[in-house]
């Protein structure tokens, strides 16, 4: 499990950034679906462990397998081009711009989406044996999250708005991390180890997550959960895709780039 030095998948980061910006609209649009889909299965994974066990933990324990196989096959997540498209862009590299960077988040904002939610339809249609019967436990269940974490923080008002807010910006802190890890390491095995640990953490700390949240919540609302897709969009997926912003690149994204890819210049010594 050879590990590089952090100024060596610092570079392997603005490179990847550089990739995703000059990549096809077809490839993005085909690898942010893929990926949408890939974690929502694994969001379906982990609430179908923790109802049938009552072990939440558990859940959040095994939830890292859709994360580790999607970034494996080369997959794109909207919260890790958060973090790693503007890099390209800070580093000067050619044809890297602003732009490019809008274009290739708007892309894969809808990729992982279209993948989210064909997940969402397919598992709604299992945990109600074609919409014949009402939803199962776990379906009942995913629609209780959404009405949590919609209407729930809407009763808290500005409250409610900032927790949410928050618990995007932590979400991605630890999402972006694992994306970053997998490039510490040369092996499958060193890159599976470094990515499960922060999205252990988010998961099980509950952080808002604006691609889980595309499965979660479009499937609460087709399995009978009791809010709207306006609350959807206004109380937790837009506020959480501009957390989830701020996290990775600020707190991910931005520090190792300052510090170990433009190092500031060494104390002299004295």
């Not at 690898?31 to 049938?52: D, S």
């Not at 890819?261 to 104390?267: E, G, I, N, Q, R």
Request: glycine residues 10%.
């Amino acid at each position: 499990m050879a590990y590089l030095a952090p100024t060596e998948f610092v570079t392997k980061m603005v490179d990847a950034g550089e990739s995703k910006l000059l990549m096809s609209t077809r490839d993005t649009l085909i690898r942010a679906y893929m990926a949408g889909a890939i974690l929502a299965l694994a969001a379906a994974f982990a609430v179908t462990i923790t109802v049938n066990t009552g072990n939440p933990l558990l859940g959040a324990l095994l939830f890292p397998v859709g994360f580790c196989m999607l970034y494996l096959l080369g997959f794109d997540l909207l919260t890790g081009v958060f973090t790693l498209a503007p890099l390209a862009v800070l580093d000067k590299r050619p044809g890297a711009t602003w732009s490019g960077v809008l274009r290739n988040w708007t892309l894969v904002f809808f990729g992982n989406f279209a993948g989210a939610l064909t997940v969402a339809v397919f598992m709604a249609i299992i945990f109600t044996n074609g919409f014949s019967a009402e939803p199962n436990a776990i379906g009942q269940k995913i629609g209780h999250i959404g009405e949590g974490r919609t209407v729930g923080y809407a009763a808290l008002g500005a409250a409610g708005m900032l927790t949410l807010f928050v618990r995007a910006v932590m979400c991605n802190w630890m999402v972006s991390t694992g994306v970053v890890a997998a490039m510490m390491s040369t092996s499958v095995s060193g890159k599976v180890i470094a990515m499960w640990m922060p999205i252990l953490v988010f998961f099980y700390l509950g952080f808002e997550h604006s691609i889980v949240n595309m499965y979660l919540f479009p499937s609460g609302l087709m399995l009978g959960g009791h809010f709207t897709f306006m609350d959807y969009l206004l109380w937790n997926e837009i506020p959480t895709v501009l957390g989830n912003l701020v996290g990775g690149l600020t707190f991910v994204g931005a520090t190792l780039y300052s510090t170990h890819y433009k190092t500031a210049p060494k104390l002299a010594a004295r």
